[in-house]
């Protein structure tokens, strides 16, 4: 009985695992717009949000609102596209923990006192995507996987 538990068990792992990169792929499509229009809305309207990084004290404002908004916009698009996709996931995911101590640094802090505090925070869905594109990598739909494929057969064949 245990063995018939456990055949089924790996039966049905196996086929769930199937549904990562379909996974994979939509939380890079859905998540790599909305940083691609976060990022594009900053730049848009640097002076605002230079002005809003001045009100939190963040040094440089007139250097790092627009290093933070082209960094989302084109961090978002290599998600969408899948390239180089944990490095992008690493910056987008310490972006959101930037963005978490400037401007939520109450949820931050409340994040095992008060959970809901914690993820009901604008960075929380961005800081999750980035963290799970940085862990999990791009998926099989993803140029990082077409790119890998080629090395590995340009290797195989030498």
């Known amino acids: 009985m245990v063995k018939k538990i456990a055949a089924l068990y790996t039966h049905f792992s196996k086929s769930a695992s199937w549904l990562q990169s379909p ?12 940083f691609m229009q976060t990022g594009w809305g900053k730049l848009q309207h640097l002076d605002r949000v230079i002005g809003f990084f001045q009100s939190l004290g963040i040094p440089f404002p007139g250097i790092q609102a627009p290093l933070v908004a082209g960094m989302e916009f084109f961090g978002g698009l290599l998600l969408i596209f899948g390239l180089g996709s944990r490095i992008v996931g690493l910056i987008l995911a310490f972006d959101m923990l930037v963005a978490y101590w400037t401007a939520s640094r109450d949820a931050l802090f409340s994040v095992f006192s008060n959970p809901g505090n914690f993820y009901n925070a604008d960075p929380y869905t961005f800081l999750f995507a980035s963290l799970m594109v940085l862990i999990f990598g791009a998926g099989l739909i993803s140029l990082d996987a077409i790119i890998a494929r080629q090395y590995k057969n340009k290797f195989a064949k030498a």
């Open 23 to 34: 996974l994979l792929l939509l939380v890079r499509l859905y998540w790599g717009w909305q």
